[in-house]
DNA sequence: CTAGCGATTTTGAACGTTCATATGCAATAC
DNA sequence: GTATTGCATATGAACGTTCAAAATCGCTAG
């Protein structure tokens, strides 16, 4: 109503007195305690520097403005910015919802308590988010990448590297086995291989594959711990794997026809909570109830897994612990020190419920990480084909130049 | 294998000669094409200034270089950041899966196409996040903020308010109607509205509804819209509401409680898609199919949704609408320009599956949000956003002072 | 008493922009 | 021919830090 009248105000009586403090500059606390700048810029970044006396002194005077360095003017003098890139991947993208969800939420925990920000950024292909990192890196608003979601042929690793950019990768570069640059990745191999231990401990011989078609590295991965798994069990494979892309429907559809095959499974190791879904509805649409008539593990352990009736196996991978390891490995990487690059797999753990068949617990909701305590319960009698262990990160050494 | 005598490199042969051109400043831009910095400057900030010829000269020049202005520089000159930050919510809290994420990629992409990026941090609890604001302000590490998940007695409008930080709402501020600052909700209580219309067509008259306990201003504004929509029915309500946190047992329980009442509903329209699962547990518990023996209706059509078995029918919110509305409102407030705080309202549309009962549309998987339409996106980075949205909004004007 | 030294503090410059102002130049007005 | 205007471009300063180097202080040694 009052104000209605002119437009560019005329500055009278705009602002009230306001318990808005006038922003302190390291010039006010400087004067404000009687030493130059530097002392106030000695006694954030080098505090050794300075006589305890001074140290406590200009600390109280911090303080007491509520004094915090600019961070664009320390930007611009130092060069770094303490600021890390991630991009977000279309919602769509994990069709069965949020895994990444609470992965990024970690990832900016993470960053925040080593002094670093998230800047998050929306690209729908990797072209984009190669655009995006140029302007990014261009303005010098970041100092680092974090990079998601890597494939065969991907591009984005070569472009970083090429520019010379900070980056850790949350995937192993598929296809690259010489890649240079750090990576951590979860052991989706073992997370299979887990499963068809655990579903022949069941005393299922005939465990079939739900995979997708081939030129995905997580997939041929997550294959081959179920291949070697069966293999060190003795059990045959033929007539047990199934291909196509990600999707409920083509889970469906796979399983209906391995269960109309000459060798029809008895369970079933899915790549993803999706095609696990999809196997579902087969059963169902059969009248069979899976966990009795087919068992079923899923990959992910996504949000639906323990909703869903009956409710799903499935392998959850430590995703806070992963987001946890990419900000340090990039905060590392940021430090200058040229150190080779780190490669760590961190193992994924079987959450076992109803629909592989293992009655003996049915937790209605799981806590979405690792949690704290040993709770290795189901898995008691770990069978151990081989030496890959839970909790240590295994660190591979690199190999050629 | 070669590198592994020396640690702190002697710094010789360390960099091939690399493809990265030394990034540009804006003093090379303008030695290159021999004109003073403030051209370059213009050139980018106030093309009009320039005489044509001088402009493409200096456009071109940094096309060449590759120049963009740092960011540091520029926002330490103009006290603009042209960042905004936004809270990540707890990834539990979207119990059933995540809604936000989706969200939450939207306004990335709006605010990146507005010139914008997005600053994201993670927090555990409103203190928390408020300590994270006055870390963000005092560094000027962003220009404003993104306010979700707002609720009664909610400490953090009046900080923001308080401390004259640019800001906009997700949410209406609950308890407090005459708040000042601009804010974007959806009307929940025309999504529940339209819930029990369509259980009404469908032949029902004891329509209950699930709702949280007293104290949360979303639930109440859904309980409003199923209450007045009952109303205008003609429909009575008594015994029909059920109250407890959200969650999947509440939902249970709750169901339970209301069809061993004396006032059975026969239909039910949820807070939360959380506690529609729990109301499907609770007819599966007695043998009963939902859609057939009990209607049952969701909000947020979270991702689960879909894959249920009967599928969920929910009330979706345009989230992608909303986001971009928040971004652009944002912007606006941030142009400096005084204006009254605006108050958006956006109507959420209910998704008809077959827990309902309604059998004529079950879609497996439907998209996410609206279909995007006429979008934004080509703006170029710094313009504003000039009009409203598209879709034009229910605007409610300002009442008290 | 003074030189010398290390610890502590101060000073001037620089980071890369944009703002405010000044200059140059061409066209118009007197 | 000179003053007046308006547009196009250039110059100096400033934003708030940290770096590099210089200055000062407090001691110990000669």
Redesign the interface.
Known sequence: ?V?TGG?R?SGAIR?LP???PP?ATIEMVARHCGVSRQTISNAINAPDRLRPATLHKVLQAIEEL????????R??RTHA?N?IGCR?????H?????V???W???L??AA?SGGY??????AATDDEEIE?YD??L????VDGIILTNTHYLDPRPAWLL???VPFVAFGRPWGSANATHSWVDVDGASGTADAVRHLADLGHTRIGFLGLNKGSGVCDDRFQGWASAMRALGLATTGLVGRAEDG??SGRALTEKLLDGPRPPTGLVCVSDSMA?GAI?AV?DRGWIAGRDLAIVGFDD???AS???PSLSSVRQPIVAVAGELVSELIAELSG??R?PSRILRAPRLIVRESSGDRLSTP??TA?DEAPGPSHSVLARRSHFDTKSQQTPERIKKKG?
Chains 1, 2 share one sequence.
């Open positions: 109503m104000e437009d105000g602002r306001s318990a808005v922003r509520g004094y915090r360095p600019s961070h664009a003017a930007s611009l910015t600021v977000l991947l279309p919602s769509s994990s069709g069965t919802g949020g990444l969800d609470g990024f939420h970690a900016c925990a925040r920000d998230v800047l998050a950024f929306a995006v302007d990014l261009r303005r010098r608003a090429q520019h010379e409920i429907a879904v509805r169902e996504s949000p639906i909703l869903l009736r020190v040229k080779r209605e909701i979405f130049a």
